[in-house]
């Protein structure tokens, strides 16, 4: 197995309508690895490389722990085989569907219905995986900007290497960077028509993925792995 700088643990929707929008939308395909052209949308306030430009490099996912280095005397191995001893503990999630929604100030998809599974399931994977992670340095904490952090994101910044996890999670698949509000008002209505058929009503979280940052920054899907508790 490859050694990559940093790893991560996603949400990636499996082979299929959702998956390819994605992949297209961020000109990244991240279970081949490979770059890929985006689509002709009308009517966006500007290119759909500038609208995708800070979060093409992570692929289409939603987070559920966040990249992190693995902590010395762990290889990928070892991480490889943690992750899947952990999907073998946790059940599928399904909710009623996904969404485009605005979060601050860029644009994603979110779930719709009751999202407390999938919290607890996000939340057993950063406490269950928390023993590959390296501690944070004293520059990755700096770039978290703690001063700006509420009491408790500044605690599990302190504790699992993230402001926004456990009770601060909120699950989300990323589809733009920061933007005004007048692009996020033309970017929504732009890729509704386009999102309504690809969409999943209900959305099923059946498996769980091991990603990793390869060298030029971007990140790969290594495996996936099913949830089969």
């Not at 946790?90 to 569907?97: F, I, Q, Y």
């Not at 100030?105 to 590959?132: H, K, N, R, S, W």
């Not at 700006?148 to 601060?168: C, K, T």
Request: charged share 20%; proline share 11%; glycine share 10%.
């Amino acid at each position: 197995m490859e050694d990559f700088p940093r790893y991560a643990i996603y949400y990636a929707p499996a082979p299929g309508p959702l998956a390819d929008f994605g992949a297209a939308w961020l000109g990244w395909d991240a279970q081949a690895g490979c770059a890929v052209p985006h689509p002709q949308v009308p009517d966006l306030p500007c290119p759909v490389e500038e609208l995708t430009r800070q979060p093409r490099k992570y692929g289409f996912h939603g987070t559920l722990k966040p990249p992190f280095r693995l902590v010395e005397g762990q290889g990928p191995e070892d991480l490889a085989e943690g992750v899947r001893l952990l999907a073998a503990r946790l059940a599928p999630v399904r909710l009623d569907g996904l969404q485009l929604d605005q979060i601050g100030g860029f644009m994603a998809l979110t779930p719709v219905g009751d999202v407390a599974p999938l919290a607890e399931l996000a939340g057993a994977v950063v406490t269950g995986l928390d023993g590959y992670r390296a501690p944070l340095t004293a520059g990755e904490v700096a770039r978290r900007r703690p001063d700006r952090l509420s009491p408790r994101q500044r605690a599990n910044l302190d504790h699992w290497g993230y402001p926004y996890v456990l009770e601060e999670f909120r699950f989300h698949l990323t589809l733009t960077g920061p933007l005004d509000q007048a692009r996020l008002d033309a970017v929504r209505a732009a890729l509704a028509p386009m999102l309504e058929p690809v969409v999943p009503q209900p959305f099923d979280v059946s498996d769980i993925c091991l990603f990793g940052e390869g060298r030029d920054g971007r990140f790969r899907l290594i495996h996936r792995y099913a949830l089969s508790c």
